[in-house]
């Protein structure tokens, strides 16, 4: 596994209680659908920013500043004008039109 922001990587062993039916496909789709949503943001807060390596610490900055990162990050999710064709540009270009 990859080092990112200079944090090694853990493997963890979680145990959950659910009031879900005993089918283990439904219970670990899940699981698998919470992690996803919630690691997909946690890992590209801390690969953009190394956010878990802040040292912000003092009165409402920790708040303040996630708060920037998460609006940054839905900014550059936004963003249409990056160098990147949408597929109708390249087959019109690809045309001579």
Known sequence: MKDICGIKPRLNLVFTLSSLSSNAEIIADSIRSHWGI???LHWTLDVTSCEDKS???KQNSPENFALLRR???NLLKQEKTSGTK???ETISSSNGQ
Do not use: P
Request: glycine share 0%; charged share 35%; no cysteine.
């Open 71 to 73: 609006l940054a990050i």
């Open 38 to 40: 919630e690691n997909s």
């Open 86 to 88: 949408s597929k109708n």
């Open 55 to 57: 040292r912000i610490r």
